[in-house]
């Protein structure tokens, strides 16, 4: 059996493992030939792995905004009455905001019990620079779009959802003059989802440019002067995603875990390599809906909406970034100091919502209300790019926990699917020289 043959029988787990491997492989391999050589530099650093790796995340943030609109409007308009609406919405919000709050108490708990920061005396190599994050009743406001053309070309996830939802709702309250438009947007989801597929199909080579010019420019030495931020970030952000959500997932759900995890693979994986919560929604899209069997009602609305305001791992980040920026500069915060970060992250992953560099503006805003100097936040940027990734793969995976827990209560999650190891997996591969052959099971 030929290589290429072996490759084609792998399943998409293993190819975007293996371009993972291989692409962690060759960045350390080129570092350590090559440092610094120019040639190098230009034709694969910052030429062909910066090539494929851009195509590739534009390529996944080119469907962010149909699929958002045209799976929410299909969601929407398909839903009995709008009180059903509301109901979704309340669950999801609020099981969103108690798991961030879960979340940073865990990090200030372990941050509290290892004193990362107890004798550090670092100092800052770089300066930060805040962004003022907007008011929540700003943010509020802003969900309403006055143009929602200029949403969607600005991406702005908030108002398109908020368009969408309306849209979606005057639909179906056109009873069957609006029939015709229903069904033109269920035939676009499909072929959206379909698109996800066959993006899915290049991930391995993506992931691979990705993860190769990531460890040829990421500097190991920043990670050795803060091993002990490092890896207790890291144990926290794991012990949250294998404790809270397979706990919230068997008592709330009645679900199992495993089953769970084992389907989350891809999705895990892409936000791992893009770091961008927002890249990985048609991944996330499809994972919840074609192999965990949630109905489109549900996985339309809350995974952008998760994708939005659900930022258990950034929050989780601030929190241990907030104890150890304390104890490196010898200030010492009190449990209504900590109180006081557990409400403002927790309020901040809404309030900050569709801000760049959010995770970073949400810790300016927390450092601030303790009265931490934001220089601190210098310290932890140079580590920030690797924990970044770890984040947004809990972030994610917070997603679909949450989605499958809210489909659940609400009738809305096929038990069959989510329990069938086999569920959707044809769907990975598409027959690019048989286009219009029928689907087969």
Not at 207 to 234: C, P, S, W
Request: with cysteine.
């Amino acid at each position: 059996m030929t290589v290429v043959q072996r490759w084609t029988m792998l399943s998409l787990t293993s190819k975007v493992l293996v371009g993972m491997l291989f692409g962690v492989f060759t960045g350390l391999l080129s570092r350590t030939l090559f440092p610094f050589d120019p040639f190098v530099t230009t034709y694969f650093t910052d030429g062909l792995f910066l090539v494929i790796g851009k195509i590739f995340i534009t390529c996944l943030k080119m469907l962010v905004v149909p699929l958002i609109f045209t799976s929410l409007v299909c969601g929407t308009c398909s839903l009995r009455d709008a009180t059903s609406l509301g109901r979704l919405g309340f669950k999801t919000v609020g099981i969103y905001l108690m798991t961030t709050c879960i979340a940073i108490s865990i990090a200030i708990l372990g941050a509290l019990l290892i004193e990362p920061g107890a004798g550090a005396n670092l100092e800052g190599t770089s300066t930060f620079a805040a962004k003022e994050a907007p008011s929540l009743v700003n943010v509020i406001i802003g969900m309403f779009p006055s143009n929602p053309v200029n949403a969607m070309a600005s991406g702005n996830t908030l108002q398109i959802i908020m368009f969408a939802l309306l849209f979606g709702i005057s639909i179906a309250a056109s009873g069957d003059k609006g029939k015709k438009t229903a069904d033109l947007f269920m035939s676009l989801n499909e072929v959206m989802m379909k698109l996800v597929a066959l993006l899915m199909n290049i991930a391995p080579y993506g992931v691979f440019a990705l993860m190769a010019r990531l460890f040829t420019e990421i500097e190991f030495g920043a990670i050795a002067n803060l091993a002990k931020y490092f890896v207790l970030l890291v144990a926290v952000l794991i012990t949250h995603l294998l404790v809270t959500y397979c706990s919230m997932l068997k008592i709330l759900a009645g679900l199992s875990p495993r089953v769970f995890l084992r389907k989350m693979e891809d999705a895990i994986m892409f936000a791992f390599s893009t770091a961008s919560s927002n890249a990985t929604i048609p991944i996330s899209m499809e994972t919840v809906s074609r192999r965990l069997g949630v109905s489109n009602k549900v996985s339309s609305f809350t995974i952008p909406l998760g994708a939005t305001i659900n930022m258990d791992g950034t929050a989780m980040m601030q929190g241990v970034a907030t104890v150890f920026i304390s104890q490196a500069f010898g200030i010492e915060l009190g449990m209504g100091d900590y109180l006081t970060v557990i409400l403002t992250a927790t309020l901040a992953s809404v309030g900050t919502a569709g801000v760049p560099g959010v995770g970073l503006v949400m810790l300016a805003m927390v450092l601030q209300q303790v009265g931490l100097p934001l220089e601190g936040i210098a310290l932890i940027m140079g580590v920030d790019r690797l924990l970044d990734m770890v984040r947004t793969a809990v972030n994610i995976t917070g997603d679909c926990a949450v989605t499958c827990i809210v489909a659940k209560s609400e009738g809305e999650l096929d038990l069959d699917t989510f329990n069938n190891p086999e569920a959707a997996t044809s769907e990975e591969k598409i027959d690019v020289h048989h286009l219009n052959v029928a689907e087969t099971s």
